[in-house]
């Protein structure tokens, strides 16, 4: 079974950067899309980004788009997410995703807060 | 972008009976691109059906989807303690953009 952790979450000032790490253990990441979803204190569920097998496709949610890069290293089992320029909205539970027919396998979340 | 809107906000049912939650689309949505997630407190979301009808691994056959166009279902028949839950609706692929409707709470009556 499939296990993904994720790291890198913690207290940031605005305007500060945070790179969240996510390693996968049980399986290989290397054919599959990976994505990363938020959730907000009390909200909805927030898809953010995403970067298919090989890196070569990559999409954004328009509220991090210019903000946020995805990446992947397959050698290693992980995805990536560098935060720039955060701000009070990006405070929330990160899950890095795995996307087999849908997102079938999800992390526990790393915590993100943005505050000064 | 497709904006999913669920319905109702809250659902206050007993254990026994059967759930009916909607997700509407602004705009068409392909059959293969239409998914459904269940959230209980302090835990990860679980992928419940892809494909609009297709259950996941391990799902009991008490979930099912259906729908088309821009208006899906899911329905849980036999409602169990353990079902109550918050329930989003996904939509994916389209254009490499994703989506979540804002969540069904699916309460204890």
């Known amino acids: 079974e499939v296990q993904l952790v994720e790291s890198g979450g913690g207290l940031v000032q605005p305007g500060r950067s945070l790179r969240l790490s996510c390693v996968a253990s049980?399986?290989?990441?290397?054919?599959?899309?990976m994505h990363w979803v938020r959730q907000g204190p009390g909200k909805a569920l927030e898809w953010v980004s995403n970067?298919?097998?090989?890196?070569?496709?990559?999409a954004y949610a328009d509220s991090v788009k210019g903000r946020f890069t995805i990446s992947r290293d397959n050698a290693k089992n992980s995805l990536y997410l560098q935060m720039n320029s955060l701000r009070a909205e990006d405070t929330a539970l990160y899950y890095c995703?795995?996307?087999?027919?849908?997102?079938?396998?999800w992390g526990q979340g790393t915590l993100v807060t943005v505050s000064s | 972008e497709i904006v999913l809107t669920q319905s109702p906000g809250t659902l206050s049912l007993s254990p026994g009976d059967t759930a009916t939650l909607s997700c509407r689309a602004s705009q068409s949505v392909s059959r293969s691109y239409l998914a459904w997630y269940q959230q209980k407190p302090g835990q990860a979301p679980r992928l419940l059906i892809y494909g609009t009808s297709s259950r996941a691994t391990g799902i009991p056959d008490r979930f099912s989807g259906s729908g088309s166009g821009t208006d899906f279902t899911l329905t849980i028949r036999r409602l169990e303690p353990e079902d109550f839950a918050v329930y989003y609706c996904?939509?994916?692929?389209?254009?490499?953009?994703?989506?979540f409707g804002q969540g069904t709470n699916l309460e204890i009556k």
């Open positions: 995703v795995k996307e087999i027919n849908g997102f079938a396998h």
């Open positions: 049980g399986s290989t990441l290397d054919d599959y899309a």
């Open positions: 996904q939509q994916y692929g389209t254009s490499l953009q994703y989506t």
């Open positions: 970067i298919s097998w090989s890196g070569g496709n990559i």
